[in-house]
């Protein structure tokens, strides 16, 4: 396997064309969480043209819901959860500029084709490491939607966050070919 | 008769939703250890070694092994020599979840279906309980998590689908499921009984701890026929490919309708917890 790929946001066109499926990630500095009603509030405010309360140009999303921080620590567990809850609000962030997601589970044709279209990347953390990634977290400020409890958005100060190209701006998908590479017919 | 204060009830199931979530079982850990030494994949290998040392770090430094730490799952046999008393045996539980949860520093995830407003204290908690004779109270208390749930399936076959037909779907819906459910899962499988029943019994296979085989020799081979269609299928740890998809399979089986074939398909992420309470 490669040496795993450095990247700081906000991130250019060039920064995430040059990842491929199946590249492995460090990233570091400030990063967003957001799950399903963050996600669902964020997409009305842009169908109706308003201000976001975060920014999205160049900027990662992580579809992260903590568990409550314990005594001494800045965040709980922290993996990611599975994405396809929030395609149909995707399209409308990768518009305004959203550069990369960190989630884990399948994404749907017209996210593809969105991150095609607007150059973007789909990077996987592992599934139920959520002791293990947060370790990387540093510090946790929340940025938005304070009601929404573990929903709420938060920015993350990250170092050495590792995660897996899944779904590059060309498409490619690692799920498809990871599959292929080792599918035996038994 | 024996009188049972529903207090040690709270106070059993408060210990048990923080154990379950910090302490992976020793069942998971040798079966992830095990797959490690199965899995081709270099990324795959190198998955599940991160998640037994995740594991570690769960239980050493108090943390959640997984932030989804699930709504709770309650199999209760009541003996029906048991007296309950000091107050109700539903309220009992709920509230050794509501101070597990709190005391715990564990994610509140059940909220209202359409309004998605969240309970505040990860009630109220699904109970099946059964009456069984004897003295003893007994309770598996099952932090279940929404990924695996959400790829979980139920078909009503016709009869003539026979054992293939259950097969097919039950490796379609692994397939299907793909990364969603983090993978390596446990498949619980249900077969027989009604609509209900299958799911039920679904759910209730993945107590039997993993690397237990099936008491049913008839059972075990079509557990092991299953996961070797499974784990033939590459999707592998994460969905990223591999070798190692499901750790086991674990079938229940009971008569059903003379008209039916109920299959129900319950998926368990990696994250296995469940922990047995004898009162």
Redesign the interface.
């Known amino acids: ?1 490669n040496q795993p790929i450095e990247l700081v946001p906000p991130l250019s066109d060039q920064d995430v064309e040059r990842l491929r499926a ?1 590249d492995r990630v460090l990233i570091n500095g400030t990063i967003y969480s957001a799950r ?2 963050a996600h669902k509030r964020l997409a009305e405010l842009i169908q109706k043209g308003r201000s976001l309360p975060i920014p999205l140009q160049g900027q990662i999303i992580y579809y ?7 005594p001494g ?1 800045v965040i ?4 990611p ?2 994405a ?1 809850r929030m395609d149909p609000y995707t399209p409308d962030l990768l518009a305004q500029g959203l550069k990369a997601m960190i989630g ?3 994404r749907s044709k017209e996210v593809i084709d969105a991150m095609i279209r607007h150059k973007a990347v789909y990077l ?1 953390a ?7 990634i ?2 990387c977290i540093k510090e946790v400020r929340i940025a938005a939607y304070e009601d929404l ?2 929903e709420a958005i938060r920015e993350l100060r990250v170092e050495e966050l590792p995660v ?1 190209v ?1 779904i590059d701006t060309q498409g490619n998908n ?2 498809e ?10 | 008769m024996r009188d049972l204060d529903v207090s040690r009830i709270t106070e059993e199931v408060k210990e048990a939703v923080i154990k379950a979530n910090l302490e992976l079982g020793q069942d998971m850990l040798d079966a992830l250890r095990k797959a490690i030494g199965k899995e081709e994949s270099p990324l795959g290998k190198e998955i599940l070694e991160k998640l037994v040392e995740n594991a570690k770090i769960a239980r050493e430094e108090r943390i959640p092994m997984c932030q989804d730490t699930g709504f709770v799952v309650v199999f209760a046999q009541v003996g029906q020599d048991v007296h309950l008393v000091g107050g109700s045996f539903q309220d009992a539980i709920e509230e050794g979840v509501r101070r597990g949860y709190k005391e715990g520093y564990l994610r509140k995830s059940l909220c209202h279906p359409f309004t998605r407003k969240n309970t505040g204290d990860n009630t109220p908690v699904i109970v099946h309980a059964e009456i069984i004779p004897g003295e003893d109270l007994r309770l598996w208390v099952v932090p279940k998590g929404g990924g695996g749930e959400n790829m979980s399936r139920l078909f009503m076959l016709p009869p003539s689908a026979g054992w293939k037909g259950v097969k097919e779907r039950v490796v379609e819906a692994v397939i299907q499921a793909g990364p969603n459910p983090c993978p390596p899962t446990i498949v619980g499988v249900g077969i027989g009984g009604d609509f209900e029943k299958c799911a039920l019994l679904a759910k209730k296979a993945l107590l039997r701890p993993v690397g237990t085989p099936n008491h049913d020799p008839e059972l075990r081979a079509l557990e092991e026929e299953l996961l070797e269609a499974i784990n033939n299928s590459g999707v592998g740890p994460q969905g990223l490919g591999g070798r190692v998809t499901s750790l086991a399979v674990h079938i229940l089986l009971v008569p059903s309708h003379i008209a039916s074939l109920p299959v129900g398909i319950n998926i368990q992420c990696h994250a296995n917890r469940h922990i047995e309470i004898v009162l």
Do not use: N
């Open positions: 396997m199946g399903d009603s992260l819901g903590p568990s409550p921080a314990p620590k709980g567990a922290a993996g959860t599975t396809y884990k589970g399948k996987a592992i599934g139920g490491a959520g002791a293990l947060s370790k409890g573990p897996i899944v690692l799920y070919e990871g599959r292929k590479k080792y599918s035996r017919s038994g």
